[in-house]
């Protein structure tokens, strides 16, 4: 029995159709990655998992894989581990109010996506044709920052309107 009974926490329960390894003494911290996670999912997985401490005897990362999706990851928390469950229990509730674990966290990893994205996604007329359209974004320093940011190097305009 847990020395700490979560509010906010699921206990996990076995799927129907379910063909894995089981974890019947584990909560879910209520955050999840999975192939397809986008900016702020992949955050809030990091960042609860950091607040936990990492991965530790009673704190893992279940890696499963899934037909829909390819592949999911959740954090398990053992029913013994009081303080982790407070922990987690806490930055659930949190969420339910804003949808994000660590602002600054967040908006690295939406930045480095949009830098990913701008680089890989983008030929050079396709970039220069986005800074025309959305001008308002962008604020060059000088003649090399705008060649820069045109040449995929780095995406200097608003990264949440870019991966919308």
């Given at each position: 029995?847990?020395?700490?009974?979560?509010?906010?926490?699921?206990?996990?329960?076995?799927?129907?159709?379910?063909?894995?390894?089981?974890?019947?003494e584990?909560?879910?911290?209520?955050?999840?990655?999975?192939?397809?996670?986008?900016?702020?999912?992949?955050?809030?997985?990091?960042?609860?998992?950091?607040?936990?401490?990492?991965?530790?005897?009673?704190?893992?990362?279940?890696?499963e894989?899934?037909?829909?999706?390819?592949?999911?990851?959740?954090?398990?928390?053992?029913?013994?581990?009081?303080?982790?469950?407070?922990?987690?229990?806490?930055?659930?509730?949190?969420?339910?109010?804003?949808?994000?674990?660590?602002?600054?966290?967040?908006?690295?990893?939406?930045?480095?996506?949009?830098?990913?994205?701008?680089?890989?996604?983008?030929?050079?007329?396709?970039?220069?044709?986005?800074?025309?359209?959305?001008r308002?974004?962008?604020?060059?320093?000088?003649?090399?920052?705008?060649?820069?940011?045109?040449?995929?190097?780095?995406f200097a305009?608003?990264?949440?309107?870019?991966?919308?």
């Amino acid at each position: 029995m847990p020395n700490y009974t979560p509010q906010r926490l699921a206990r996990w329960t076995r799927p129907d159709h379910y063909a894995g390894a089981e974890w019947p003494e584990y909560f879910s911290s209520g955050v999840g990655r999975s192939r397809d996670s986008d900016a702020l999912e992949r955050s809030n997985f990091d960042c609860m998992l950091r607040e936990l401490g990492g991965e530790s005897e009673t704190v893992r990362v279940i890696h499963e894989g899934h037909w829909a999706v390819g592949w999911i990851e959740w954090i398990a928390i053992h029913e013994s581990d009081a303080k982790s469950l407070e922990v987690a229990d806490s930055i659930r509730a949190a969420l339910d109010d804003y949808p994000v674990v660590d602002e600054s966290h967040f908006s690295e990893t939406e930045m480095e996506e949009a830098n990913e994205v701008w680089a890989q996604c983008y030929c050079p007329g396709e970039r220069i044709d986005y800074m025309r359209r959305h001008r308002d974004q962008f604020e060059f320093h000088d003649f090399a920052d705008m060649l820069g940011c045109a040449r995929g190097r780095y995406f200097a305009g608003y990264a949440s309107e870019l991966l919308t």
